[in-house]
C-alpha cells in the first residue's frame, strides 16, 4: 500500500463532497462540502496544498448497467479540470450507489433528508475514497483510471 493522504471527491450539481485518507491510507474521513462553480477547483487545489495530499480520487457516476450518463461527463470534465489545475495524480472511480449509500447511512443514524443534504455530499466521498483505499489495499495496485490533463482518461 502506498503512503500519503489522498483526498477522496464526489462531484454532484449544486455541492462537491471532499474527504482525505489517514497518511497510510487506511480511513477516509469527511473534510468539507464546496460549493460548485466559481472558485470549487481553486479551493480543492487549496485543500490538496493544506492537507499534504499526494493524490485526488473522483467519483465517477456510471448507469447500473456500467453507461456513460450526463453525471458521468459532468464527473469526467471536472476530473480534468482538477488534473489541468493539480500537480497531483487525479483517478476516476466507479462511485455507482455511493450517494444511495451516504443516504442510507446517515438516515440509519437518525439524520433526515433535508437537513444533511450537505453531509451527504461528504459521506458518499468518503464511501468513494474508502472503497478506493480497499481495493488498492486488497489489490496492490491503485484503482480507478488516471486522468490525464492533456488528453483526458488512460488506462
Known amino acids: 500500500m502506498r503512503s500519503g493522504v489522498r483526498l477522496g471527491v464526489d462531484v454532484g450539481t449544486v455541492r462537491i463532497g471532499v474527504s482525505r485518507s ?3 491510507g487506511m480511513l477516509a474521513t469527511p473534510v468539507e462540502t464546496v460549493p460548485r462553480g466559481t472558485g470549487d ?3 480543492i487545489a ?4 493544506e492537507l499534504g495530499a499526494t493524490e485526488v480520487i473522483v467519483g465517477l457516476p456510471l448507469a447500473l ?3 456513460s450518463t450526463a453525471s ?3 464527473a469526467s470534465t471536472f476530473a480534468t479540470r482538477l488534473a489541468t489545475a493539480l500537480d497531483v ?3 476516476l472511480v466507479d462511485e455507482r450507489l455511493s450517494t444511495v449509500s451516504a443516504q442510507a447511512a446517515l438516515r440509519t443514524s437518525g439524520r433526515s433528508s433535508k437537513k444533511s ?7 458518499a466521498a468518503v464511501i468513494i475514497l474508502q472503497h478506493a483505499l480497499d481495493f488498492e489495499r486488497s489489490r496492490d495496485i491503485p484503482a480507478g483510471i488516471v486522468v490525464d490533463p492533456d488528453e483526458g482518461l488512460e488506462s
Open 72 to 74: 458521468t461527463e459532468d
Open 41 to 43: 477547483v481553486a479551493r
Open 46 to 49: 487549496a485543500l490538496v496544498a
Open 117 to 123: 443534504r450537505p453531509v451527504i455530499d461528504q459521506v
Open 89 to 91: 495524480v487525479v483517478r
Open 22 to 24: 489517514d497518511l497510510h
Open 65 to 67: 448497467s456500467g453507461r
